[in-house]
């Protein structure tokens, strides 16, 4: 890196190109100049050529019967060749590999439909949890010729993250399955270019600024307002949603030095009321792209490398991500000219300013930004309204955090670093809901070269070969009886207060992992702790009763058949789905009882 002041330069070569063509064309092409297709080319080629020599007539039927079986044929040789160096290499290695799951499709195309089809209509992660009950908690989800390993074992994950972090990276297919969305921001960048995004942002996230608890009581203080506002007409608040106007308000604040004022926006209405007025504020422009721009990029996942083929002639996801650069360019604009007419000599107010200071390249400015914006709205919004949702369904619990905060704070008393470190059980509260629901799910690495992990439970140790993609669940591992005890799927915030502390998670961190760990650890985990605390405390001192009224919104509703289900299926009153992070498909909707300010 060249440093120039106080500006610090990526390395070029790490700038990874954009797509020119869209995504279906440019996937074709390259697949046409891959080694496969070049194998089946001049397969047909050797049955023509070959005829002529030998003076065989070859019927047409002939030459297009074997030309359509010869590329399956070859990828299918491929991935067998594939599975057979690995399996000899984990054998003399004295290991073994992780346990496939069984398909019945060729390519394990059935296996890709399920998980699609628990993605829309299922319950998060059962698909998993169906095949691991019979493979173990380390598996391999094979899907059209290619190995995913899924892994809910906390030793595992710990090499992933923390203790071998350098044998593992984002790899090539996942940073091109999360370009539209991330771009080269420090979310989908991996060596010396995340180490130049880490160090660019981490200065910034000092313990005062994450600290700035005005920011935080100055939005809430209108959330609730909005909130009283609708509760005194009687109509119920989807609280998701205004959760998230919350967290987006507060997060360009403090990105950007400007906030969206998403919540001086109309809120919108449940399905039994006039809807017309709900999104025409010229903001929830911006967050509808957003909220859009995060599913597809998640069906992108879901796909694979064929996700070119469904969203063939336009990039879905960079379209509406180019709606969210109509706010965000501007102001990188005009920090840049700031910088320049100020010699370089800027100030760090915001994280923008802060930005600017250490490089003038435009576009990895603007990526950044847009990856810490997303992290610090969304992740914050599903903390937020996943605990209300446990709140609403647990009137003791919350009846025992208003008497925290009252006990605290009073009436009317604002959260301070001080007096929240009083609060226990508010922080308790929290961390519980980031167990069973924690806002990102699942996340995924890639093998460098060849890795062993050690044997578990009696096993052997398990080959993983290089370039392979490895996936971890937090949603799963947090839910796992032999990990937390045989409560794990109640939600009980003692559990981070009495002796199961010290029985389960103290010996064994790892299994607690809502904010990632190690070298990637999130930058803003006390940002969202403060940010979340602020808002559930001052709805604490606000309301005295909350309860869910999922009859406001029937796309909100889960399926009926999940009351027959197992776990906490069968007792989940919100849709629970995840993109990026988790969310309630339809929202949240609640009704809150009014607490006297004496």
């Keep these: 890196m060249e440093d ?13 190109p954009r797509l020119r063509l869209p995504p279906g064309p440019s996937f074709l092409l390259q697949q046409l100049l891959s080694p496969k297709v070049v194998g089946y080319v001049a397969f047909v080629g050797c049955i023509r050529v070959g005829g002529e020599l030998l003076h065989l ?24 060749f594939l599975y057979w160096t690995a399996k000899r290499k984990a054998e003399s290695l004295g290991a073994t590999l992780a346990p496939k799951v069984p398909h019945e499709w060729p390519a394990g195309i059935d296996l890709i439909t399920k998980s699609i089809d628990v993605f829309k209509f299922g319950y998060l992660g059962e698909d998993l949890v169906e095949w691991m009950a019979e493979g173990g908690q380390t598996i391999d989800w094979r899907n059209l010729g290619e190995s995913h390993i899924v892994t809910t074992e906390p030793q595992y994950i710990k090499m992933v993250l923390s203790t071998h972090f350098e044998e593992y990276e984002k790899g090539e297919d996942l940073r091109s399955t999360l370009q539209s969305l991330f771009g080269t921001g420090v979310f989908n960048s991996d060596g010396d270019l995340w180490k130049f995004h880490r160090s660019m942002t981490r200065p910034f996230f000092t313990k005062d600024r994450i600290g700035d608890f005005e920011l935080f009581d100055r939005h809430a203080d209108k959330a609730i307002a909005k909130m009283k506002e609708r509760f005194r007409k009687g109509i119920p608040v989807d609280v998701q949603d205004l959760s998230s106007r919350f967290t987006m308000d507060t997060a360009t604040e403090f990105l950007f030095g400007q906030d969206l ?12 009321h006039d809807r017309s007025r709900f999104r025409t504020h010229p903001s929830d422009r911006f967050s509808i792209a957003f909220g859009r721009a995060q599913e597809d990029t998640f069906l992108r996942v879901c796909y694979g490398n064929l996700w070119p083929l469904v969203d063939f002639w336009e990039d879905v996801v960079g379209t509406n991500k180019n709606v969210t650069w109509e706010f965000i360019n501007p102001l990188v604009q005009t920090a840049l000219e700031k910088k320049r007419a100020a010699k370089g000599m800027g100030n760090d107010g915001t994280l923008l300013d802060h930005l600017v200071q250490q490089t003038d390249d435009f576009d990895i400015i603007r990526d950044e930004t847009f990856n810490i914006l997303l992290a610090g709205r969304d992740t914050t919004t599903a903390l937020a309204t996943f605990t209300i949702t446990m709140l609403a369904d647990h009137p003791d619990i919350f009846a025992r955090l208003r008497s925290e905060v009252l006990e605290t704070l009073g009436p009317t008393g604002k959260v301070n670093p001080e007096n929240l470190k009083e609060m226990k059980y508010l922080r308790a509260v929290l961390n519980e809901t980031l167990r069973l629901y924690p806002s990102v799910p699942a996340n995924i690495r890639s093998t460098k070269q060849g890795v062993l992990w050690p044997a578990v439970d009696g096993g052997k140790p398990i080959y993983i070969p290089p370039n392979t993609q490895i996936h971890y669940s937090p949603w799963l591992m947090h839910r796992r009886t032999d990990l937390w005890g045989p409560t794990a799927l109640e939600f009980d915030p003692d559990r981070f207060l009495d002796g199961r502390l010290k029985e389960y998670l103290v010996p064994n961190p790892f299994i607690f992992l809502p904010f990632n760990a190690g070298p990637r650890i999130c930058l803003g985990q006390q940002f969202a702790y403060h940010e979340a605390s602020t808002f559930v405390a001052k709805i604490a001192q606000a309301f005295r009763s909350i309860a869910l009224e999922m009859d406001s919104s029937p796309e909100a509703k889960p399926p009926v058949a999940w009351a027959t289900g197992n776990g906490r299926k069968g007792v989940e009153r919100v849709w629970v789905k995840s993109h990026v992070t988790l969310y309630a498909r339809g929202g949240v909707w609640v009704r809150m009882e009014e607490a006297d300010v004496e």
Aim: charged content about 10%; proline content about 14%; cysteine-free.
């Design 4 to 16: 120039s002041g106080r500006r610090v330069f990526p390395p070029p070569a790490m700038n990874y």
């Design 261 to 272: 004022s998403t919540l001086s926006a109309d809120l919108p209405y449940p399905s039994t």
């Design 57 to 80: 007539r070859i019927p047409l039927w002939a030459i297009l019967s074997s030309s359509l079986v010869a590329l399956p044929a070859i990828l299918y040789a491929q991935s067998r």
